[in-house]
């Protein structure tokens, strides 16, 4: 048993973080509720756990209140609303666009907005529920040619931190999940600004790229973040933030105490400035 319920709407639901962990929940006995643009079928898992999957797209807040809807329709409330889906835009600063940055913020942050708009009424309502949010590593640490992912999981931080202070009278918990490096999708789907495209930093940003992609096909499996996850649910008081992975719960404390110029010289040597510098590694 859990502090909150066991009605589960996750987003993201079909692949990576978020199809291991609708997996488990549901696994687990949770009535899972999962949504992205391709979401279809139901399956059913022992102890009466059933992942339904369900279609929205979560840049469209009409297709996001259709799927909230649907699922208040069925189950009358949600307990449990897990914002997972996400994407990353690439490119250097000088080569990103407002437009590029929109398509970032669109799923990353607005996508949470869209969500908490529709179901945090009914959380508040019945002074019960909690947010988990999917953070990133990336939004503690700035990381090169990643600007605008590293800004929306920044500004996912914030929004969760200020979520926790406005919610907590209401009996609404919020939390962060803060993985590294996972194995997913999302590297394959990763988007070059439009005219990040054709760079004019040439090796500098290949090398960039080429390590981040490296590190997350090389990176955990999904499996450990969503028992993460589980293990946050289980708790009254959850943590404001949760790292996934010893490397990363390092690397977030050296930021802690280490001056800032020196974790800007650590993150300059991770992503070296031409390919000769990836090889020699
Ligand atoms: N992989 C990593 O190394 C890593 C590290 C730290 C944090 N994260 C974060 O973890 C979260 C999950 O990413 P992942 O690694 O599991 O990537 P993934 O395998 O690519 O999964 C992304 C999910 O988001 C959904 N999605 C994307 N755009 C959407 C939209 N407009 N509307 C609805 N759903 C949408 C996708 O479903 P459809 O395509 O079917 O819509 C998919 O289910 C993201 O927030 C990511 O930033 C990942």
Do not use: W
Request: with cysteine; aromatic share 8%; hydrophobic share 40%.
């Amino acid at each position: 048993m859990n502090p909150y319920g066991n009605i589960v709407l996750l987003t993201g639901a079909s692949s990576g973080i978020g199809n291991a962990t609708a997996k488990l929940l549901a696994k687990e006995g949770f009535s899972v509720y999962g949504l992205s643009r391709r979401g279809q079928g139901r399956t059913e898992f022992t102890d009466g756990g059933f992942l339904q999957m369900l279609a929205a797209d979560l840049t469209d807040e009409g297709s996001v209140n259709a799927a909230v809807s649907h699922v208040l329709d069925i189950e009358k409330r949600i307990d449990i609303l897990i914002n997972c889906a996400g994407n990353g835009v690439c490119g250097p600063v000088e080569e990103c666009s407002p437009k590029d940055a929109l398509l970032q913020l669109d799923v990353n942050y607005l996508g949470i907005i869209r969500m908490l708009n529709a179901v945090l009424p009914g959380m508040r309502e019945r002074q019960k529920g909690l947010i988990i949010n999917i953070g990133s590593v990336g939004g503690i640490f700035a990381i090169p040619f990643q600007s605008l992912y590293s800004s929306s999981k920044f500004a996912v931080e914030a929004l969760t931190e200020c979520l926790r202070i406005e919610l907590l009278p209401y009996g609404v918990r919020a939390a962060l999940i803060e993985p590294g490096d996972i194995k997913t999708g999302f590297t394959g789907s990763r988007v070059y600004a439009k005219r990040a495209q054709n760079s004019s930093y040439g090796d500098k940003f290949a090398a960039a790229i080429a390590q981040m992609e490296h590190d997350e096909t090389h990176g955990m499996d999904p499996i450990e973040v969503a028992k993460v996850i589980y293990s946050v649910i289980k708790r009254k008081n959850p943590p404001v933030r949760v790292v996934v992975g010893f490397t990363y719960k390092l690397l977030v404390f050296l930021k802690r105490v280490l001056p800032s110029r020196l974790i800007e010289k650590i993150l300059t040597l991770m992503y070296p400035n031409s390919k000769a510098g990836i090889e020699k590694k």
